[in-house]
């Protein structure tokens, strides 16, 4: 079965500094992954999506994501955080149960501070 | 832009109510989606439809129902409202049979609560 871990469940970083949300995978088969955003009183909006070309991937807002099937995870970056960017991000794997429905992870927060 | 709405950004209601959540999208997706988030449980999904008139159960649909009557509408009902379905309710659509591997449009949200 097909199942996504995130690893912290809230970040806090300054204004300026790294961000660095992790999620790990588990897959018998090459998956499709994605991050997915929310802000505060919203909806989700995909921020990028890997399936199976190249393993860096680009997304909006300035972030990317590295798909590394040795390690099974895909890691979320940016090399510069904004106060637009707290909010909440989940990483999603798609899975064959469920007729191939997305499995979302549980949602890592991040906070920025000024 | 692929949009799906939610016709209720908030919604109040009384103790074994019948509720009705609708939601719209407006790019011809084939597939429709319906979850419920709550705080530490993420994501969980009560019922999908590939199709009209077709549904599935998703992970958690007991105390819940659907109609699609239209290939753009999805609607999620709640026969018998009850406290603990007091939640953030999301629509989403996706588009062909590889729904996985294309990702999914998400509405804003519906908030209810049920007193």
């Known amino acids: 079965a097909q199942s996504v871990t995130q690893l912290d469940s809230h970040v806090s970083v300054s204004e300026g500094t790294p961000v660095l949300l992790r999620c790990n995978y588990s897959?018998?088969?090459?998956?499709?992954l994605f991050w997915y955003v929310q802000h505060p009183n919203k909806g989700l909006q995909l921020l990028l999506k890997?399936?199976?070309?190249?393993?860096l991937v680009k997304g909006i807002n300035g972030f990317e994501a590295e798909f590394k099937k040795s390690e099974t995870s895909f890691h979320l970056t940016k090399p510069s955080a904004h106060m637009s960017d707290a909010a909440e991000y989940f990483c999603?794997?798609?899975?064959?149960?469920?007729?191939?429905?997305?499995?979302f992870g549980k949602g890592t927060k991040l906070s920025v501070k000024p | 832009d692929v949009k799906v709405t939610q016709s209720s950004r908030y919604l109040v209601k009384r103790t074994g109510e019948k509720v009705f959540l609708e939601c719209v999208q407006d790019?011809?997706?084939?597939?429709m989606f319906w979850y419920r988030q709550d705080p530490g449980l993420g994501l969980r999904l009560i019922y999908f439809?590939?199709?009209?008139?077709?549904?599935e159960k998703g992970d958690i649909p007991e105390g819940y129902s659907v109609s699609r009557e239209k290939k753009e509408r999805f609607s999620l009902i709640l026969e018998s409202a009850s406290t603990n379905q007091t939640s953030m309710y999301l629509c989403?659509?996706?588009?062909?049979?590889?729904?996985?591997?294309?990702?999914?449009?998400f509405g804003s949200g519906t908030r209810l609560t049920v007193v």
């Open positions: 439809s590939y199709d009209v008139k077709m549904k």
């Open positions: 989403a659509s996706s588009l062909g049979a590889g729904a996985n591997s294309y990702g999914y449009t």
């Open positions: 999603v794997v798609s899975g064959w149960g469920s007729q191939g429905n997305l499995i």
């Open positions: 790019m011809d997706h084939e597939n």
């Open positions: 897959s018998s088969y090459s998956p499709s």
């Open positions: 890997y399936t199976s070309a190249a393993t």
